[in-house]
C-alpha cells in the first residue's frame, strides 16, 4: 500500500542555518513522483520541489534540494539558509497511479519554527 | 498564469445543513481532486474525475457528492453536515496523464456549528 512517513512532528531551526525534514514512503509503483509542500497558517498548499522515480539527479529549487536515496526510499527535503518566513507545515507527498488516477497521497506533516 | 479557483473561500454553516463548494481547474486541465484537511491533520483524497467521470474513490462519506460538469469544473456537494466536517477543503487540477502536474486551489475553509 501507498504510504508516506513522516517522523518529525516539530523541528526547530536558527535562522540562516540548513534544515532537513525527514520522509520515507513506500509503494509498489515503479513509476512514481515525490513531492514536498509548505503550508503556511494562511493555508494554502504551496508546491516547493519534486523528484521523478526515474531521476538520476537530485531535485533542487533555489534554497530547497532533496535528498532522494531511492533503495531506501527516502525523499528528505533540504532547506538552506533558513528564513523566518520558512516557518510553517511541511508536507512529503507521493503520487502514482495506484487504483487510478494520479492521486496525492501525504505524510503526517513537520512543523518547522525558525528562530530569530 | 490562471490558477485553481475555489469558491467560497470560507463557508459557515449549521448542523444538518447542506453545502456546496465549487472548483474551476485551470484551462485545459481535464482531471479534478477533492482532498479534506481536517485540523491538524494531512490532506486526505476524497475523489477524483476525468474527463467529466470518477476516476477514483477515497475516504468521501456517503453524504457527499460531487461530479464534473462539461465545462469541466467541479462541485463537492455536502448534506447532513456534522461537526466533523468542519475542515479545509482543497481542489487540484492537472491533466489527465500527469504524476506532476498537479495544482492545488487556495482551498475553502468550511466551519460547521
Known amino acids: 500500500a501507498q504510504k508516506i512517513t513522516q517522523t518529525q512532528p516539530g523541528m526547530f531551526v536558527q535562522e540562516k542555518e540548513a534544515v532537513t525534514l525527514d520522509c520515507t514512503y513506500d509503494t509498489s509503483d515503479q513509476s512514481y513522483g515525490l513531492f514536498w509542500y509548505k503550508q503556511p497558517s494562511s493555508g494554502e498548499m504551496i508546491f516547493l520541489i519534486y523528484q521523478g522515480s526515474y531521476d538520476e539527479q537530485n531535485a533542487t529549487e533555489g534554497r530547497y534540494s532533496l535528498n532522494f536515496q531511492k533503495a531506501r526510499k527516502s525523499a528528505n527535503l533540504v532547506i538552506s539558509a533558513s528564513q523566518l518566513g520558512d516557518s510553517a507545515m511541511y508536507f512529503c507527498a507521493m503520487r502514482d497511479q495506484g487504483t487510478g488516477g494520479f492521486k496525492t497521497i501525504f505524510g503526517a506533516g513537520t512543523r518547522l519554527f525558525v528562530k530569530a | 498564469a490562471a490558477g485553481v479557483i475555489q469558491s467560497p473561500r470560507h463557508l459557515i454553516k449549521e448542523k444538518r445543513e447542506t453545502a456546496t463548494l465549487k472548483c474551476y481547474p485551470i484551462?485545459?486541465?481535464?482531471?479534478v481532486y477533492w482532498y479534506q484537511q481536517g485540523p491538524g491533520q494531512d490532506p486526505q483524497f476524497l475523489i477524483s474525475?476525468?474527463?467529466?467521470?470518477?476516476?477514483d474513490k477515497g475516504s468521501i462519506p456517503d453524504r457527499f457528492s460531487a461530479q464534473q460538469f462539461s465545462d469541466y469544473h467541479s462541485e463537492l456537494n455536502m448534506s447532513s453536515l456534522e461537526l466533523g466536517d468542519s475542515a479545509l477543503y482543497f481542489c487540484a487540477s492537472s491533466t489527465g496523464t500527469g504524476i506532476h502536474e498537479q495544482y492545488f486551489g487556495p482551498g475553502t475553509r468550511l466551519t460547521v456549528t
Open positions: 474525475f476525468y474527463e467529466k467521470m470518477q476516476s
Open positions: 484551462p485545459r486541465h481535464d482531471t
